[in-house]
């Protein structure tokens, strides 16, 4: 069983490549050629940069999401964690789950199963809350799809920049 999973991380279908996105904020090992898009986020009366890096391999969805706080919010430590509350939180919210009561954004990975429109999804993730911002590594995929040895790798190898 081991060596299969250590075959299926070293598959042709993943081509593994490190990179530095959203401006220098964050380093990750993505599966192939990410694309990045970037909107913007209403929150407390900012407009919020949110950006999305992300890479699909056979139907799995890597993504690294960073949102950069405006300088008037790095400093109110209540509302940084109020705004990283609301992001991970709908993480939950968009499968259809209740986010629990502490919502986790010290780097600790955690796992929704859920529902999409196209069926049964499990969705992988860490999120940190760092001075400057929210930094999300996001693993989605069909729930009997799902990578797990290729999620585990592309989780652990995205680093928020100090």
Not at 41 to 47: D, N, T
């Amino acid at each position: 069983m081991l060596l299969s999973s250590l075959l299926a991380a070293c598959s042709p279908q993943y081509n593994w490549r490190q990179l530095t996105v959203a401006g220098g904020a964050v380093t990750a090992f993505f599966p192939d050629k990410p694309v990045t898009q970037e909107r913007s986020l209403p929150f407390s009366g900012h407009a919020i940069a949110f950006s999305m890096t992300s890479a699909t391999v056979d139907g799995a969805l890597f993504t690294v999401a960073y949102a950069a706080l405006p300088e008037a919010l790095r400093a109110d430590e209540a509302v940084r964690k109020e705004f990283a509350a609301a992001v991970v939180g709908s993480l939950y919210r968009n499968l259809g789950q209740e986010p629990p009561q502490t919502i986790p954004v010290s780097g600790e990975s955690f796992t929704i199963e859920g529902e999409s429109p196209d069926g049964a999804i499990t969705l992988q993730a860490r999120a940190w809350l760092t001075g400057q911002g929210l930094v999300e590594g996001i693993v989605t995929a069909a729930r009997d799809r799902f990578p797990e040895p290729q999620a585990a790798e592309f989780l652990h190898g995205v680093e928020p920049s100090r």
